[in-house]
């Protein structure tokens, strides 16, 4: 058996067999590490201002180095883009307290700059067949009386 102690503090054994039929990560080896952190901005905002806003907003971060925005895709809300940088892996936390001050940095740039960051909207559908109105399917003020 090999024992690894995760960064959660759990103690994990695993049999040699599937240490040697399976890759194993080791993600504290390397003296950097890349994190991604993943955002999306509304379809009525312009890209490029976007993608300057938060590559400076990151800049403004000591630790991440360097920092790259790429936009990843159309969402059912959102254009999805990915921030991409690279972090000192010396302590356990580093990678999330790298995630974590991004995420912020990101969504107060956005929000000092009048970007939307969406949230997807679902509407409810009464019907089987393209929907009743919400008030035909409800009973009356004086039917529920």
């Known amino acids: 058996m090999t024992r690894i102690e995760t960064l959660k503090g759990h103690d994990v054994l695993i049999p040699n067999h599937d240490i040697y039929t399976n890759p194993l990560k080791n993600l504290t080896r ?10 999306g901005v509304s379809y009525a905002d312009d890209l490029s201002e976007v993608q300057q806003i938060a590559e400076a907003a990151l800049h403004d971060i000591e630790e991440l180095d360097p920092v790259e925005v790429f936009f990843a895709g159309f969402g059912g ?3 999805d883009l990915v921030a991409r940088f690279w972090v000192q892996s010396g302590e356990p936390t580093s990678m999330m307290k790298a995630r974590s001050n991004a995420i912020v940095a990101i969504e107060t740039a956005f929000d000092n700059n009048n970007i939307t960051t969406p949230f997807p909207i679902r509407t409810v559908d009464f019907g089987i067949k393209g929907g009743v109105s919400l008030e035909r399917s409800l009973p009356s003020f004086d039917e529920r009386a």
């Open 30 to 39: 390397q003296s950097k590490q890349r994190v991604d952190v993943e955002a």
């Open 77 to 79: 809300s959102s254009v």
